[in-house]
């Protein structure tokens, strides 16, 4: 069984440029996550989505992070102008369901340095 | 809310040595707990989680955890560690009555196996 695939692996970007983070959830799952873990901390979620539906953004910064997920597979997660803040690593996972006793399972993370 | 304090943010122990890794939460909720490994390079991947019943629980790799709700704690423990075990590690939990999976973790005990 394919893992949760995310491109790309590296970014390096200067700050207010825009970048771009991609997701393929294992295959069925209906949920899909976005966490953003920053270097010593632990991971922290932005955005679960439930199929195309957005379950909870509440610790998305909406005024420069977006996220979608057209048609409930793919995901995409962006950032319009980035911070050096930003640097960190972006980790998707994706479960069956969003219930608790379904395993999220992790891709191995986009890795943004913003300099 | 919720939070998680991983007491120690690294461990060295030697090969064959018992290791454990210090996890207490607070929450206003009732929650579940997991503890997450993350190998470098890689993403989490599930170790073990306490939902209900035996407080004692184990997971892959030889861990286990014990819950204790009168202190809060949700310790991870192996008798014997593999230079394998090298990697860091995350305590999480999740709010029983809240939809959706959302993990809120610690902030990591990197484990050191020396030979």
């Known amino acids: 069984e394919a893992g949760v695939a995310q491109s790309p692996r590296y970014k390096i970007i200067e700050k207010r440029q825009s970048v771009a983070f991609w997701c393929n959830p294992i295959?069925?799952?209906?949920?899909l996550y976005w966490y953003q873990q920053i270097l010593g901390q632990g991971p922290k979620l932005l955005i679960q989505?439930?199929?195309?539906?957005?379950?909870?953004d509440s610790q998305l910064p909406k005024d420069r992070f977006s996220a979608e997920r057209l048609k409930g597979v793919d995901s995409t997660l962006k950032i319009q102008p980035a911070k050096l803040e930003d640097s960190a690593v972006y980790l998707c996972a994706s479960s069956v369901t969003g219930q608790v006793n379904t395993e999220a399972f992790f891709g191995q993370g986009t890795r943004l340095t913003v300099v | 809310a919720q939070s998680v304090t991983q007491l120690d943010s690294q461990v060295p122990v030697f090969e064959e040595a018992p290791v454990e890794l210090r996890c207490n939460y607070s929450?206003?909720?009732?929650?579940?707990l997991f503890w997450y490994v993350q190998y470098p390079n890689q993403g989490l991947q599930l170790l073990l989680k306490y939902l209900s019943g035996s407080t004692l629980v184990k997971g892959i790799n030889g861990f286990e955890a014990e819950f204790n709700k009168s202190q809060t704690s949700f310790h991870l423990r192996k008798p014997s560690v593999h230079i394998s075990d090298t990697a860091e590690y995350f305590c999480a939990v999740s709010d029983r009555e809240a939809a959706g999976n959302k993990l809120t973790f610690g902030g990591g005990t990197r484990v050191l196996v020396k030979p």
């Open positions: 989505f439930q199929n195309n539906g957005v379950v909870d």
């Open positions: 929450s206003s909720v009732s929650v579940y």
């Open positions: 295959s069925g799952h209906a949920t």
